[in-house]
């Protein structure tokens, strides 16, 4: 009989490619409503959600729960069930991740899926057609773009710095002159790969991440070679009955610890 780990691998394998052909079938429908006016509404007042989230979502989660019905659901179009706590496994989803920027024509969004055992990422997968680019990663295997691994980049002297103007400004003074503001990213999901992919150093999350905005991207940041903390030092822990987040600190090496000690520091 193989050991229990070896199972966990081969399930987290299996996993893995149900993620992939599920999201890649997920962006390609997502894709027909990119740039077509797709019906919009607003959640809580202030948050878009258009028909091509709703297409999405509706696809992965007859896709995913068909292939693994005993596994618990978690998106952020579909009404939290509890049920899915007494489950070993939960898909955690996000249908369209940056939907702001979506809808505005941006390519910068991505369908993001991961499936979650005992608070953490057992594979996670990002896929952004607008981009022709997939995200993949299973723990202790690498992160991958598109097949090649992807590793977090060297500090350099100019620092590439995403996240809110205000946790950017309390960085020390000594490291303001070398950092580099990035333009906003509607996706947190993409801005997190891009540090795992070395297009990025650095970002800052602000207060109110959900699960299904970084679950995926986590894992895959981490086999880049990056991390993301919260307040405490600690990376998030996901599907729980507690599915925000506070202020987070996402990066590597040095940089890192300097803007985890910034989010730490927050009142």
Not at 27 to 35: N, T
Not at 128 to 143: I, S
Not at 199 to 217: C, G, M, Q, S
Not at 241 to 252: D, K, Q, R, T, Y
Request: glycine residues 10%; hydrophobic residues 45%.
């Amino acid at each position: 009989m193989p050991a229990p780990d070896a199972v966990i691998s081969t399930a987290a394998r299996e996993d893995l490619a149900l993620l992939r052909d599920a999201a890649r079938a997920a962006g390609a429908i997502a894709m027909r409503y990119f740039g077509n006016s797709p019906q919009v509404w607003m959640k809580g007042g202030t948050s878009p959600v258009s028909e091509a989230d709703h297409a999405a979502d509706a696809y992965l989660r007859e896709t995913l729960l068909k292939a693994r019905p005993g596994y618990g659901w978690l998106s952020e179009e579909t009404a939290d069930d509890h049920a899915r706590l007494s489950a070993r496994r939960t898909f955690v989803v996000d249908p369209i991740d940056g939907t702001r920027g979506f809808l505005d024509g941006l390519h910068s969004w991505c369908v993001s899926v991961a499936v979650v055992e005992n608070g953490r990422s057992l594979a996670g997968v990002l896929e952004c057609p607008a981009k022709h680019e997939t995200y993949w990663a299973l723990p202790g295997e690498g992160a991958f773009l598109n097949g090649k691994r992807i590793q977090v980049r060297p500090l350099a002297d100019a620092i590439d710095i995403g996240g809110p103007k205000a946790l950017i400004d309390r960085m020390p003074e000594k490291w303001q002159g070398r950092l580099r503001r990035m333009p906003y990213i509607p996706s947190l999901a993409y801005r997190l790969a891009m540090i795992a992919a070395g297009k990025l150093d650095a970002t800052f999350v602000k207060p109110n991440a959900h699960d299904w905005d970084i679950a995926a991207a986590d894992l895959i940041l981490s086999e880049a070679g990056g991390v993301l903390l919260d307040r405490s030092g600690k990376p998030p822990r996901y599907a729980g009955e507690v599915i925000n987040h506070g202020a987070l600190a996402a990066g590597s090496g040095e940089l890192l610890g300097v803007i985890a000690g910034v989010v730490a520091g927050l009142d």
